[in-house]
């Protein structure tokens, strides 16, 4: 006998990807401005990658309050692999991204709602970011020369990543690599229509010495 399960499931236009990991001192900043964002057609996804501080516990206020928000929990994988968490249980027409120690701006996801709705041939879009912080903070490794440094505004910064569902779900998502953001960048840019976005909505904070750029920063100084 065929039993038939349903539970609601609702649609919404965007999936926004939030990334958890040790992030209790700060993650409500990020969350937060999401919940502010004046498009109100989207659902979040909160991806824990293992966190051994009180974030789990901090988080049940946000979901109890908010139906939209989703929360998945696993061990320790490293960012590229919770952000492809994050996209398998997506339900956006569109999917975007933010750590947890950046923010957006309000008018973020509308501003780029409004960009799609006007140029349908696009797939895939990217942003320069503000940036927060001292300015030798903005200087990171560089993919293609390790022992250099390179300035984040030439860089690919995946948190403004917004695009359709499908690039992220044909492209099997980000590798599990140093600066997956610009690896993904050159991989749909064979494939889609990928353009250059230039509102700096997305609110970049590199003054977190607990960031991955910050320790690999400190490797190389080590």
Do not use: W
Request: hydrophobic share 35%; with cysteine; glycine share 4%.
């Amino acid at each position: 006998m065929l039993i038939s399960i349903e539970t609601e499931i609702k649609h919404y236009e965007i999936s926004v990807i939030l990334t958890l990991y040790n992030s209790n001192k700060f993650f409500r900043r990020s969350l937060d401005s999401v919940l502010r964002q004046t498009y109100k057609n989207f659902e979040v996804i909160i991806v824990d990658d293992g966190s051994t501080d009180e974030t789990e516990d901090d988080l049940f206020d946000y979901l109890k309050s908010f139906e939209f928000i989703k929360y998945i929990r696993h061990s320790n994988r490293k960012h590229p692999l919770s952000l492809n968490t994050g996209i398998l249980n997506s339900n956006g027409k569109f999917i975007t991204f933010i750590d947890a120690d950046d923010e957006y701006k309000s008018e973020h996801l509308e501003k780029r709602i409004e960009y799609f709705s006007e140029n349908k041939n696009v797939d895939l879009i990217y942003s320069p970011a503000e940036l927060i912080g001292n300015e030798n903070d903005m200087m990171v490794p560089d993919v293609n020369d390790m022992n250099s440094l390179i300035h984040l505004n030439d860089c690919i910064i995946g948190g403004t990543f917004f695009g359709k569902q499908n690039v992220f779900k044909t492209l099997n998502g980000f590798k599990n690599i140093y600066s997956h953001d610009s690896e993904f960048y050159k991989r749909a840019k064979e494939t889609f229509t990928v353009n250059k976005f230039d509102l700096p909505t997305y609110i970049y904070h590199r003054d977190n010495p607990d960031s991955v750029i910050s320790k690999l920063k400190s490797e190389m100084n080590g």
